[in-house]
């Protein structure tokens, strides 16, 4: 007879009463000894037997995902990867209905069972006490609201309510300085592949260079903006000592393109994105933020050739992360990483 146990490993991104603990579960027989040949090892994640639980409730992945704050293809994503792990399928899908199958019904049995337990042990520890609550103190680029990172810590934070946040909004050199002198916890940045800072970090996402431009400049009907053209157009660019005043400069530079800067302050983002549909000047920015921008006014265009940014999270040289540290940063990593397939499911 098979029994199965909890073996709480470290903080993650979980849920609700779980103080964003996460629980990985391994599988033995009453005798102790593991049977590595019948049963190997069985990995599986507190999240995913919430998300089960929750799908199983609301009937329904896009409801079970707004119950929970989190996305869909998050939940997909997790429940995909535990059928797979198990070898069973958990839910019936069709265009109409999400169900439980058998086994599905079987392990809501226990995953309940598992879920109080849980519960009880941190209700036990007094975990939800607002002065134990951890601060992640996240330095952002500019030009976040506009990209998937707003969407992504918002996420995280509804998620983990044991956790409080603190964002700013930073230049890259700022963030680095921040860090250095522990006034920061994380910064997520982008910059050029031959300027990585000299932090730890973790890649997290690589997009394409665009020119947001204003429709009413003469000759914008093409599908792209070459870059030796950028040179006829006013930047709108960061402060002189600026990270990406001094990246932009460097390409322009290594490209022999004139940089002609009409304004110098990322941080006024409204502002900014006024100038370019009045035509004052054209703002360079990653594909995600670009397409954001867009309207009946503004268009985002490719630059050709292809110039990249990489966006990264950066902490601390040899900090180990642990508990909602560790938890956040593979909760962005992960968001960001998500496999488009996840969004496939039928429901």
Not at 1 to 20: F, R, V
Not at 52 to 76: D, H, M, N, R, W
Not at 208 to 231: E, F, P
Not at 333 to 338: E, K, L, R, V
């Amino acid at each position: 007879m098979l029994a199965l146990h909890t073996l709480i490993k470290q903080n993650n991104n979980h849920l609700k009463n779980l103080g964003g603990w996460q629980a990985n579960f391994f599988i033995y027989n009453c005798n102790n000894t593991i049977s590595y040949a019948d049963y190997g090892w069985l990995f599986m994640e507190i999240r995913q037997i919430y998300y089960v639980l929750e799908v199983a409730k609301q009937k329904s992945f896009s409801g079970a995902a707004k119950a929970l704050y989190v996305t869909q293809p998050a939940i997909s994503h997790q429940i995909n990867a535990l059928e797979e792990e198990l070898q069973v399928k958990l839910f019936k899908r069709d265009t109409h209905s999400v169900s439980l199958t058998s086994d599905g019904e079987k392990f809501c049995e226990y995953a309940q069972k598992i879920v109080d337990s849980v519960d009880d042990l941190f209700q036990a520890f007094d975990l939800e006490r607002s002065d134990e609550k951890p601060v992640l103190r996240v330095g952002v680029y500019p030009f976040y609201g506009k990209s998937p990172l707003r969407q992504i810590l918002a996420s995280f934070f509804a998620t983990n309510s044991n956790v409080m946040g603190n964002i700013k909004a930073v230049d890259n050199y700022a963030a680095y300085d921040m860090l250095r002198n522990g006034d920061l916890d994380f910064a997520i940045i982008k910059c050029r592949r031959d300027n990585m800072p000299d932090f730890d970090y973790t890649e997290i996402d690589d997009e394409r260079l665009y020119a947001v431009i204003s429709r009413k400049r003469t000759g914008v009907n093409a599908n792209i903006m070459i870059l030796s053209d950028l040179g006829n157009y006013p930047l709108l660019t960061g402060e002189k000592d600026s990270h990406f005043y001094i990246e932009m400069k460097k390409l322009y530079s290594e490209n022999n393109i004139p940089f002609n800067v009409s304004f110098m302050n990322t941080s006024e983002t409204s502002l900014m994105q006024d100038m370019v549909r009045d035509d004052v000047g054209i703002i360079l920015a990653t594909e995600s933020t670009a397409r954001s921008l867009e309207d009946s006014e503004i268009t985002a265009l490719p630059i050709e050739p292809k110039q990249e940014l990489v966006t990264l999270i950066i902490y601390p040289n040899k900090k180990k992360l642990r508990g909602a540290y560790l938890a956040f940063r593979n909760y962005v990593t992960d968001a960001y990483n998500m496999s488009p397939e996840s969004d496939t499911i039928i429901e």
